[in-house]
């Protein structure tokens, strides 16, 4: 069983940053495709940032936070993280953590899809005022 616990949300004023961690109970994370995702009130759940398990990994991001937010992970300690810098009222939402992968290839048109990520953490909220 895999759980996945997210930290680090807060309220900030706009321009403001933060930066959320995601830590896994298990090793395997270090081998799987991880993301972040958001819902804000009466909106869908969106997918933010994505990354892949290789050395070099590769990164996908949604258009609306390309060059504001940063999307990276630790290993060693089984962490995922999501820098977020410039940040906007717009981005206010829970944001929540995903690992794992049981769709096709991952790619730029797959891998912000929360349908193919199997584990998920609880959410840390995020405010920007």
């Known amino acids: 069983h895999v759980q996945l616990v997210e930290s680090g949300g807060g309220s900030v004023q706009t321009g403001g940053s933060l930066k959320l961690s995601c830590t896994a109970s298990a090793s395997f994370v270090r081998v799987t495709y991880m993301a972040w995702f958001r819902q804000a009130p009466g909106k869908e759940r969106e997918g933010v940032a994505a990354?892949?398990?290789?050395?070099?990994?590769?990164?996908y991001y949604t258009d609306s936070v390309k060059g504001r937010f940063t999307i990276s992970r630790d290993k060693a300690k089984n962490t995922l993280y999501l820098q977020m810098n410039s940040l906007k009222p717009e981005d206010t939402a829970m944001y929540y953590c995903?690992?794992?992968?049981?769709?096709?290839?991952?790619?730029?048109?797959?891998?912000?899809?929360?349908?193919?990520?199997?584990?998920w953490g609880q959410g840390t909220q995020v405010t920007v005022s």
């Open positions: 995903a690992a794992g992968w049981t769709g096709g290839k991952w790619d730029s048109g797959t891998a912000l899809m929360t349908r193919w990520y199997p584990y």
């Open positions: 990354i892949s398990p290789a050395s070099g990994e590769t990164t």
